[in-house]
C-alpha cells in the first residue's frame, strides 16, 4: 500500500462508531512517533486491502496492517497496544489467552456498541493537525 508510509501500521475502523472513533482519538494522543495511520473500513484504500485480503470482508471488527498481514479482533487490539509507548505494550500478557477466548470477548464488545456507546451519522472527519494520518486511498 504506497500510501502508508513504510513500517507504519494502518488501523481499520468503523468510522460511525462512537466507540471505534473514541479508540482512535485514544491512539493518536499518546502515539508521540506516529506509528499508527487510520482509515475508515468504508474508504477506498479499505476496500483495497479487503480486495487482497477477503476473509476479512465481513469481519466487524477494528482490523490492522502492518507489513502485508492483517489482525483483527483481540488480535488487532493487542497489536495496537504492542506499538503504543508508555505501559500499554504490557497488554501483550493477554496473547496467553487463547484467540477464541480473547475474541469472543471482543465480539460481545462489537455486538453491543452501538447500543452502549452510540452511532454517528456521517463517518468522522479528522481535526486539520493529524488529518494526515488519515489515509484515504
Known sequence: MS??????????????????????????????????????LSWPIAD???TEYPQYKNVDSILVYREGKVYDQSSGALKIAAGMGSLWPLMGVFWIIPKFIRDAVYRFIAKNRYRWFGKKDACMIPDKPVSHRFVKK
Open 3 to 40: 500510501s502508508i508510509p513504510e513500517g507504519k501500521t494502518l488501523v481499520l475502523f468503523d468510522g460511525y462508531c462512537n466507540l471505534c472513533n473514541g479508540a482512535v482519538q485514544f491512539i493518536l494522543k499518546r502515539d508521540k512517533k506516529e506509528e499508527f495511520y487510520f482509515a475508515s
Open 48 to 50: 483495497e486491502i479487503l
